[in-house]
């Protein structure tokens, strides 16, 4: 594996690599070995009416269902595997939509969405119905008045609990059972071990045997690892330029950079291979609203949600003003 990844990051980030902007095209395949892909062109049509704000989360249902979560009147739109679009609703959420994270309970399946404008956390059913809603967490008494609580997204573990990372607020985690009834807080903002400077994203990690919390502490430029009570273990911090969020399939987890790129991990969280970087994107004038000319087939902008499908397809939802949702096509 180690060696598969030497091979795949030269492969993503040799010479041809080129900065956004120029007038050349970027190879819509990237990776290596069991790790390439293809970029899918115009994946995801939207139907007259519906236009992207920013796209910040997407997630898969048991059905194979795509849902992108945006910053616009149709917060919630729902194509197909095929990118045939269903659905879309969400309107409450036009200006917060954030964090989504997709939970099977049982028979039932649910969407957990942090908003950063009303912050809240929202479970809804599929369709948009809400089961309920959280403020802030006046339990945990680290917020005076109520202030300093912007949540970013949420970790599900397998015995219900839920873990909400305040990651624009006051860099804390906070710990919920499947009742949404408070257990406990911990962080804080800061550079120290246990501490976290805009926990972004936030997942349960079982790739060691065991469900470990990773948080991906974006400022800090690292990830930090947790007991499911709270408890640090340790931290990641090579290879990592602004972790975004995660998902994981087997052995491998996926994180979504916003400077410009995607990457996977094995299950040592040693570097399998980047995709579609973009070297300096941040510095380019306008980031992340590049114009359309200056947004490529083959190169990221600024990923911020990503996630494997059923197929081990990737699916990657940008941080751009109108929107960008990338299918990556698994070649096997």
């Known amino acids: ?19 956004a902007g120029s007038d050349k095209k970027m190879s819509t395949v990237m990776g290596a070995g069991e790790h390439t892909y293809e970029w899918v062109k115009e994946w995801g049509k939207l139907p007259d009416g519906i236009t992207y704000g920013y796209t910040h989360g997407v997630a898969e249902d048991s059905q194979g269902n795509i849902y ?15 990118g045939k679009f269903i659905k879309s609703w969400g309107e409450d959420f036009a200006k917060g939509a954030h964090g989504l994270t997709h939970s099977k309970e049982g028979s039932d399946e649910f969407l957990y969405l942090a908003d950063v ?6 479970k809804t059913t599929l369709d948009g119905e809400v089961v309920w809603t959280l403020e ?15 949540p970013t997204n949420v970790a599900i573990a397998s015995n219900g609990d839920f873990y909400i990372a305040d990651g624009y607020g006051s860099s804390y985690v906070h710990q919920y059972n499947n009742d949404a009834e408070y257990i406990r807080t911990w962080g804080g903002k800061g550079s120290e071990p246990g501490q976290m400077s805009c926990p972004h994203g936030i997942w349960i990690d079982a790739r060691s045997g065991e469900e470990e919390i990773v948080v991906a502490d974006r400022s800090n430029v ?12 340790r931290i990641v911090d090579k290879d990592l330029l602004h972790p975004c969020h995660f998902d994981t399939r087997g052995d491998d987890l996926l994180v ?3 400077h410009g790129r995607v990457s996977i991990y094995d299950k040592e969280n040693n570097l399998i291979t980047h995709l579609g970087i973009t070297p300096g994107v941040r510095k380019i004038e306008g980031y992340p609203n590049l114009p359309h000319e200056q947004r490529h087939v083959g190169q990221f902008i600024s990923p911020h949600g990503a996630m494997w499908d059923n197929q081990g397809n990737v699916f990657v939802a940008e941080w751009i003003n109108d929107g960008r949702v990338t299918k990556l096509q698994r070649v096997s």
């Open 68 to 82: 992108i979560h945006n910053q616009s009147k149709d917060a919630m739109v729902v194509f197909d595997a095929d």
């Open 117 to 122: 404008d009303r912050l809240i956390v929202v």
């Open 222 to 233: 690292r990830l930090q690892y947790f007991t499911l009570d709270g408890e640090f273990k």
């Open 136 to 150: 802030y967490p006046k339990e945990a008494e680290v917020y005076p008045d109520g202030k300093g609580y912007r």
């Open 1 to 19: 594996m180690k060696s598969l990844g030497v091979g795949a990051v030269a492969a993503t980030a040799g010479p041809n690599i080129l900065v």
């Open 256 to 258: 979504p950079d916003l």
